[in-house]
Every structure is written in C-alpha cells, then in structure tokens.
C-alpha cells in the first residue's frame, strides 16, 4: 500500500502570493522526497489553534510568515537559538512524538546568498541595514558574526533601531540612528530590511549612503524591480538586488531541518525567476 505523504505548508495572512509551494516542491522532486506543501490563509486570531490542529493531524512542519514569526515563536515548545536570538520564528517542525520545534532561516538565507550566491563581502566592510522590525532582528546576529568594519541600522523611527541595537549589542557593534543623523561617507553594503517595498514606497534615506562600490539589497522581491532598487540605481549603484536568494536559500535550510537532506538551491533560483516573469 501507498504510505500518505508529509504534510508541509506555509501559515500566513495573505499568503496567497507565496512562492513557498513552487519551492518546496522542486526540493522535493530534486531529492525524491514524498510530502505536499500547502498555502494556508490564517488571520491572527485563528493561528495558534490551525497550527496545533495542524500537527496534531500528523502534520510534520510549516513554514511561517507575515503576520504570524512572533506568535509563531511563543507557541513553540522550544526555540533553536537562532530564533531564541531573533525573536521570531520562520520555521516549525514536528520534534519528537508531539513538541513543537521554532526555528529561523531568514539570517542564514540572507547570508548565504550574500556570502556564497553573490560572493558580496561583509567582513570589515561598512554595512547599512534600513528597518528595525522583525526582519532587521532576523539577519541581524548571522550578519555581526561575518564581522563587519560597522554596522549602522537606521530606522524612521528612532526607538525601534534603539531598543534593537541594544539586543544585540552583545554580538558586535552597533550603531543606531534616524534617517537624518546617518554616518557621513558612502557604505560598502546597504540592505533595505523594512517593509516599504510592499507598498511600493523607498525609505527616505539620503543617497549619499551609495558610493562606486555599494551593493544594495532589498529583502522584498517582485516581478519589476522594487522601488528600493529603482531607487539604488537611479543613484548610481550598479549593484542592486532583489531578495530572490534569500527566499530559496531561507527554504533550503527549513528543508533540510524537516528532511535531514540539502536541496540544491541554483536550479530552483533560475526556475523561480523564470516563473515569476510568467505569474
Ligand atoms: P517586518 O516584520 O516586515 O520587519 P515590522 O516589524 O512591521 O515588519 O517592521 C517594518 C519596518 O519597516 C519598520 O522598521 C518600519 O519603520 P518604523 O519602525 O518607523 O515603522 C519600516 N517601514 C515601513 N514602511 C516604511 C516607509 N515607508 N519608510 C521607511 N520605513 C518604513
């Protein structure tokens, strides 16, 4: 008899747009594993109980999106300390008969695609990170233990890049700031962590933050470029990039924590770019 497959999925409100399941599923095939990954539209008020339900119907991992990375952590049984640092979970897994693991890719996927994909350098460089919500806490403690010269995160709201930066001073240095009281001088790297480019707005940073050899990075992705990026180019960056990798390879590593395998990310990365034009 055919044994069911896994049950995956990703949790999320909207998530309709989600490239999760095209992703998961080339991992899948690529490495012969037998499981579905599903889209599951929750609003807040109903996460907690479909994703206890969820694994309670056998159920062996989701992944988790906007709204849902905070109530995701304080629902797990136990934080790895990537997310015990984040905060927030992207990541839940079936641990043991019946606990609930919380995990975070999002750090790592950004720094893999960074360090390995886009062979862009961190280490004693200045670094700029626009936001302070949860993504900024997500990549902020992978990005500090690469060693940057600087790390500046600058935020529209001033407290917010505060309360972070003491978080996380523990790991490194960390300068904050507004918008208006930027450090002088262009940056080796900018990434734009904020949510901005979902409402097609650029955070009002001045451009001199871009120099001949700045490389900018927004976490948002699209079919057309994202206003950030638009924004970076319009102001001489030749290097200016969509989160694409970050989106596989924060997939891989929840891949591989459910199936114990690594899936290749480069096939599924020119797919994806491929297929988005289509969508
Ligand atoms: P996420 O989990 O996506 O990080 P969040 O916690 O709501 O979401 O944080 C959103 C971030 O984007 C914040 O840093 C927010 O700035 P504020 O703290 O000042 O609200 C930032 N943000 C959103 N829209 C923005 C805009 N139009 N310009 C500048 N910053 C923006």
Not at 75 to 87: C, Q
Not at 220 to 248: H, I
């Amino acid at each position: 008899m055919n044994t069911p497959p896994d049950q995956y999925g990703v949790v999320g409100h909207p998530v309709a747009h989600s490239f999760s399941p095209f992703i998961h599923g080339m991992f899948a095939r690529q490495t012969n594993q037998h499981l579905v990954y599903r889209l599951y539209d929750v609003p807040p008020a109903q996460f907690r109980s479909h994703v206890l339900e969820f694994f309670a119907r056998g159920g062996r991992g989701l992944n988790v999106t906007v709204p849902h990375k905070l109530a995701a952590a304080e629902l797990a049984n136990e934080l790895t300390p990537r997310a015990e640092r984040a905060g927030a979970v992207n990541t839940l897994a079936l641990h043991g008969e019946n606990q609930i693991l919380g995990d975070n890719t999002d750090g790592a996927g950004l720094v893999q695609d960074l360090v390995v994909n886009l062979s862009v350098a961190v280490a004693k460089r200045r670094v700029l990170i626009i936001g302070a919500g949860g993504a900024t806490r997500g990549v902020l403690a992978p990005l500090l233990m690469l060693g940057p010269a600087e790390l500046v995160i600058a935020n529209r709201t001033l407290e917010r890049a505060r309360e972070l930066a003491q978080d996380f001073v523990d790991l490194g240095t960390l300068l904050c700031c507004d918008f208006n009281q930027l450090p002088e001088g262009a940056f080796d790297l900018v990434i734009n962590a904020t949510s901005a480019s979902l409402s097609g707005e650029v955070p009002a940073v001045s451009a001199a933050v871009i120099g001949a050899g700045t490389v900018c990075y927004d976490m948002a992705y699209g079919k057309e470029d994202t206003a950030f990026v638009r924004w970076a180019r319009e102001n001489g960056c030749s290097s200016a990039l969509q989160g694409w990798g970050m989106l596989v390879e924060q997939a891989a590593e929840s891949f591989e924590l459910w199936r114990g395998v690594r899936p290749e990310t480069a096939p599924v990365l020119t797919a994806l770019k491929r297929q988005s034009q289509i969508l």
